[in-house]
């Protein structure tokens, strides 16, 4: 056992005697997980493992063994996989802790054992504490292998073995990792596993703890809690700037908070190590115990292979502490077509503050624009054929409404374009406050809004509106409308297409559709399908490197995986990108490498750290345009706002669509519905727009009379407080500790340009009490944003304290 040691570091005395002091690395303590094992989740060698309760395992030369290093905590794996149980399936079991301890983060390695597109699952922890108060933590479970999102984990597997070992699953398997933030209120006394679900099963292979510092606290007790170089990049003075991406905490428990033992101004974060300059220093203003901050630092000069030393400083220049021997991944200057070079690239530093961006799905459906109620409009194609007959909604209706000798490809002539204006569409997009939309460019029924060279004449260039859509929407965007990114969306596969044939899987099975009314011919033409040799070589893979190269989009939003050239689309992708001094991502469905997750017309429960983006249709059921959905079903402002606050609070986008119709109008409905958001933004946006989720939590634990909880976001200098219903009885009740100092001011975001501070309290517990003029609460619709700005005083006889432990 190490011994504890206390050190203190005064600025006024420092100045002159003292020299910066190392900080003390994140701490972290093994539970003891093995008492619990009741699964083997790997065969090896003969040795046949059930690890989902149908035969399936992992393929156990591919796992790692013993000690496995992820994100500064040292995990326990088995040091022989196949010899025995290696993990727990979680069925409400209760680890108790030997000595109770303050925690500040909870780890684990984990995955769900169910499959197919079923990919996220929710299980919840109980912690308790040693006064018996009580903690839920949600945990958003990714299962081992699913489709057709592809989500890796930091443990992948090519595949995994089926029935008993006798045959492979070729989809890539992986184990996961958890990192969440535990309430330092109280020293935590045992944690009782999520209850077991029949339609998936949580399976647990290692966990730790990382204990907060409980020493008499005269100061702050910081670490450094990360430091990853990515693959995000910033001009500075001409020159490429990498980020490096810090993650600052402060170990103290919460329940300490006070002025003595936070950070409350200016701490400058600088990178030093062999070459290695700082250009753009990382800012910290504000760390209260139990909370963490996360900075880019932007550097040239880093060497992979290295080590890099970080330092802060606070304020007055004087350094605080070090911390010594962080790994160096150099900014990368060309992509290679293999996973290992490819997954470094990560979502950029723009599509992380934009939040919320427009999709658009517009296409040949837009013409019939019909489905029934929890359908997609845009699969009307595939429904009319699936079954052919009365079984079928959108069959009966086809037949009612244009007859049996009317074929979906008759439609394309229909899809005229005739009342397209790019610039109304950006001009709405704008003011309706997105940063970003995607525009599909291809959907399933294989009919393109681009050119598409001489891959297919099945394009609204050869056909239809003989317009190429796509560029018109790009150009004007780029011209009038700078700021707002562009995206294209892509479907990999084509139902009917006949090349798609021996690619063909599930509802994607290539090969010309039958008509559906048995009348003559017996297949159905596949309009402006050309002759070629192969549908990934000469269709698929081409249109995706003329959307990249020739269109320049900055969002490759794949949809349905499948069969691919994908690792070769994107190293072209992003070497394009960097090659012409902008910064693109992809999305998880592309079938490789993903950048960013795409759960669709759901949102997690709980903070994600890595990139995530919801994308759901205005209409409650579908993308394309839905004629017999009425509009008071489509989200409005309330449903948009509080949706979109909801996502970004835990580190997501949001992607909301809107269907046009096949003239190009975007009803009246869906702008007036977009407009109300936008209005919203225009004053509430710093709430929303270049922020952070809380570390501690992504809403209101507790809220009470049957309120929605409020939401929290973060900037540097500042913390919103997003409630979701009115305040009552003239004041807003928060039931949760907040990073909050006296001093700082709140002021709540309303329309008028005039804003004065409200005045706030907090009681006995920590809660916080904010005093709100009913004059106020009426001005506003949707929700109710609250800003507190920090205020921040200079150092003066400020200690900095650590511990090192065992």
């Not at 693109?584 to 950048?595: F, H, K, L, S, Y």
């Not at 501690?696 to 009470?704: G, V």
């Given at each position: ?8 570091a ?7 005697f ?8 994140f701490?972290f ?8 094992f009741?699964?083997?989740a ?22 790692p ?8 905590i ?5 040091t022989?996989w ?6 727990v399936i ?11 301890t ?5 780890h684990?390695?984990?995955?769900g054992?169910?499959s ?5 699952t ?34 992948q597997t090519p ?9 492979k699953?070729?989809?890539?398997t ?8 535990v309430s ?20 647990l292979?290692?966990?730790a703890?990382?204990?907060?510092n ?17 693959s995000?990049w ?7 700037a ?26 400058t ?17 504000r ?52 996973t ?26 837009s ?11 845009e ?13 079928s ?6 037949l ?7 074929l ?6 229909d ?6 204006n ?19 460019t291809?959907?399933h029924?294989g ?17 239809g ?6 560029k ?8 009038e409308?700078p700021?707002i ?13 006949p ?11 290539g090969g ?9 011919p ?10 070629i ?19 320049n ?10 069969p691919n ?6 190293a ?5 990108a960097l090659?012409?001094g ?5 999305n ?5 490498v ?16 890595s ?13 394309g345009l ?10 409005n402002?309330t449903?948009?706002?509080?949706t ?14 809107i ?5 190009g ?9 977009l ?5 919203w ?17 992504s ?12 939401r929290?976001?973060?900037?540097p ?30 002021t ?8 004065s ?9 920590g ?24 205020n ?15």
């Amino acid at each position: 056992m190490k011994t504890n040691k206390l050190w203190i570091a005064l600025p006024l005395l420092c100045s002159t005697f003292c020299a910066a002091e190392e900080f003390p690395k994140f701490p972290f303590t093994l539970l003891p997980l093995e008492p619990f094992f009741d699964n083997q989740a790997a065969s090896v060698n003969g040795s046949i493992a059930d690890f989902d309760g149908q035969g399936n395992s992992f393929d156990g030369q591919f796992l790692p063994v013993g000690s496995y290093a992820y994100d500064g905590i040292t995990y326990q794996l088995p040091t022989i996989w196949g010899t025995g149980n290696d993990n727990v399936i979680a069925n409400s079991q209760t680890l108790s802790l030997s000595n109770s301890t303050f925690v500040h983060e909870l780890h684990a390695l984990y995955s769900g054992d169910n499959s197919g597109d079923a990919t996220f699952t929710v299980d919840r922890f109980m912690l308790t504490f040693l006064d018996g108060s009580t903690q839920t933590l949600t945990l958003e479970a990714s299962n081992w292998w699913g489709w057709p999102d592809l989500n890796p984990g930091i443990i992948q597997t090519p595949y995994s073995l089926q029935t008993n070992g006798t045959s492979k699953n070729f989809n890539h398997t992986s184990i996961f990792q958890w990192s969440t933030a535990v309430s330092s209120e109280q020293p935590l006394t045992s944690i009782t596993f999520p209850e077991v679900n029949p339609g998936h099963r949580l399976h647990l292979f290692s966990m730790a703890f990382s204990p907060s510092n409980n020493s008499v606290a005269d100061g702050p007790s910081l670490v450094v809690r990360r430091a990853r170089f990515t693959s995000r990049w910033e001009m500075v003075n001409n020159t490429r700037a990498q980020a490096v991406h810090i993650t600052i905490a402060n170990l103290l428990p919460t329940s300490s908070l006070s002025f003595n033992t936070s950070v409350n101004s200016q701490h400058t974060i600088e990178i030093s190590g062999p070459g290695i300059t700082t250009v753009t220093p990382g800012m910290v203003y504000r760390l209260v115990p139990g909370d963490q901050a996360r900075v880019d630092v932007l550097i040239t000069g880093s060497t992979t292979g290295s080590n890099a030393t970080i330092t802060i400083k606070n304020s007055t220049g004087k350094v605080v502490g070090t911390s010594t021997g962080w790994p160096v991944t150099a900014l990368l200057t060309h992509y290679s077509a293999d996973t290992a070079s490819l997954s470094a690239h990560e979502t950029p530093t723009w599509w992380r503050k934009a939040k919320y961006g427009i999709f658009i799905h517009w296409g040949v459906y837009s013409y019939p624009a019909w489905a029934p109620p929890s359908e997609y409009a845009e699969w009307y194609n595939y429904y009319l054929h699936n079954p052919p007959n009365s079984s079928s909604p959108t069959w009966v209706h086809h037949l009612a409404t244009y007859g049996q000798n009317i074929l979906y490809d008759d439609f394309i002539s229909d899809f005229t374009a005739s009342k397209f204006n790019a610039s109304a569409w950006l001009d709405l997009f704008d003011r309706a406050g997105a940063k970003y939309f995607v525009q599909v460019t291809k959907h399933h029924d294989g009919f393109a809004l681009f050119d598409t060279g001489n891959t297919t004449n099945r394009s609204s260039v050869i056909l239809g509106p003989k317009r190429d859509l796509l560029k018109e929407l790009f150009d004007t965007a780029a011209a009038e409308k700078p700021h707002i990114h562009r995206g294209t969306y892509y479907s990999l596969p084509e139902w009917f297409n006949p090349d798609y044939a021996k690619y063909g899987f599930g509802e994607w099975p290539g090969g010309l559709a039958r008509n559906p009314f048995n009348t003559t011919p017996t297949f159905e033409p596949y309009t402006g399908h050309l002759d070629i040799s192969d549908y990934i070589e000469d269709l698929q893979y081409p249109h995706m490197l003329t959307l990249a190269t020739q269109y320049n989009t900055e969002i490759m939003w794949c949809d349905i995986g499948g069969p691919n050239n994908t690792l070769d689309f994107a190293a072209e992708f992003y070497n394009h990108a960097l090659a012409n001094g902008y910064q693109v991502t992809m999305n998880n469905r592309c079938g490789a490498v993903p950048d960013f997750n795409t759960p669709e017309y759901e949102t997690f429960n709980s903070i994600q750290t890595s990139s995530w983006e919801s994308n759901e249709g205005m209409d409650p059921f579908s993308y394309g345009l839905n004629t017999a959905t009425n509009a008071s079903e489509y989200k409005n402002g309330t449903t948009i706002i509080q949706t979109l606050v909801d996502i970004v609070s835990k580190n997501g986008n949001f992607l909301l669509d809107i269907g046009p119709t096949a003239e190009g109008e975007i009803i009246a409905p869906m702008a007036d519905n977009l407009l109300e958001a936008g209005v919203w933004l225009e004053y509430a946006g710093d709430c929303v727009y270049d922020t952070e989720y809380w570390f501690q939590t992504s809403q209101d634990p507790n809220p009470q009379n049957g309120l929605a909880p409020a939401r929290f976001t973060t900037t540097p200098t500042t913390f919103c407080i997003v409630a979701f219903d009115a305040p009552t009885e003239n004041e807003l009740v928060i039931h949760k500790r907040l990073p909050l100092l006296p001093g700082d001011a709140i002021t709540l975001l309303t329309p008028g340009k005039n804003q004065s501070s409200l005045a706030w309290s907090t009681d006995s517990s920590g809660n916080l009490i904010i005093n709100v003029p009913a004059s106020m609460v009426g001005e506003i619709q949707y929700a109710w944003a609250f800003k507190a700005t920090y205020n921040l005083a200079e150092p003066s006889d400020l200690y900095y304290i650590s511990q090192q432990y065992d």
